[in-house]
């Protein structure tokens, strides 16, 4: 019952806590591919990384969320800093997701100059865009995370077709399949919490659990591969 108490009236901590813990996860995940990628000059890993490094920026405006409204209401001009906060948040989930399955189609499209503008990525930030708008305004996260199934149903499809033809099982083939995974079944789980129970808080510390929970699982893995 104490801890049952505790975790309702510090849910907000619970949120800035695990935002924070999570923006460092990702950090360090974007650092070691980043190193992958140096040495091996492989394109989709290059466009892996750049998935987590959009992933921490969500999770670093989401800990701007979670800040008490007397920081936000004197430093960012409440509520207009509290919507580009929101947008921005959106955004960078949304664009992160796109960076995952565009890691697995790059050699469609051939390699670019710049893993960040270019154009089929320039598409992706216009859709991206124009998605948060529509979610943040109108829709709100049911659709968004409903999207975010669609777009890793599809990214998990291409991940199984392509470690199904590797002769190699291990590397990094194993770790996207992972990574795509974990994060539908994220997606999956956080439309049911929306959906089911409206953000019960319940479900809401639930997910923050999860959350660090899989980000540690891909930490751990790409830990893994970098060793090897």
């Known amino acids: 019952m104490i801890i049952y108490n505790w975790l309702i009236e510090n849910h907000e901590l619970i949120q800035f806590t695990s935002s924070a813990a999570l923006f460092f996860i990702c950090l360090v995940i974007v650092f070691r591919t980043h190193r992958i990628f140096k040495l091996s000059e492989h394109e989709g890993i290059r466009y892996f990384r750049n998935a987590f490094l959009f992933y921490g920026f969500s ?6 969320f979670s800040l008490p409204f007397e920081i936000i209401d004197k430093f960012m001009f409440y509520p207009i800093g509290f919507i580009f906060i929101g947008l921005f948040y ?12 565009y890691s697995l189609l790059w050699k469609r499209f051939g390699e670019k100059f710049s893993s960040l503008f270019n154009g089929p990525i ?6 991206a865009l124009i998605m948060s708008l529509l979610y943040f305004f109108w829709a709100g996260y049911g ?10 149903s599809f990214a ?12 190699k099982k291990g590397g990094f083939l194993r770790l996207y399949l992972v990574v795509i995974l974990l994060m539908l079944l994220a997606r999956i789980i956080h439309f049911f919490v929306y959906s089911s129970f409206k953000w019960n808080i319940w479900g809401i510390i639930a997910v923050y659990f999860l959350e660090i929970v899989i980000f540690l699982l891909f930490l751990y893995e790409v830990v893994g591969v970098t060793k090897r």
Request: without cysteine; charged residues 10%; proline residues 0%.
């Open 156 to 167: 998990a499809g291409i991940a199984f077709e392509k470690y199904g033809q590797s002769e």
């Open 59 to 64: 999770f670093l405006t989401r800990y701007l």
């Open 122 to 127: 320039i598409i992706f930030y216009l859709l």
């Open 90 to 101: 959106e955004f960078f989930f949304i664009m992160a997701g796109f960076f995952l399955l």
């Open 143 to 152: 659709l968004m995370f409903f999207s975010q199934i669609i777009v890793f």
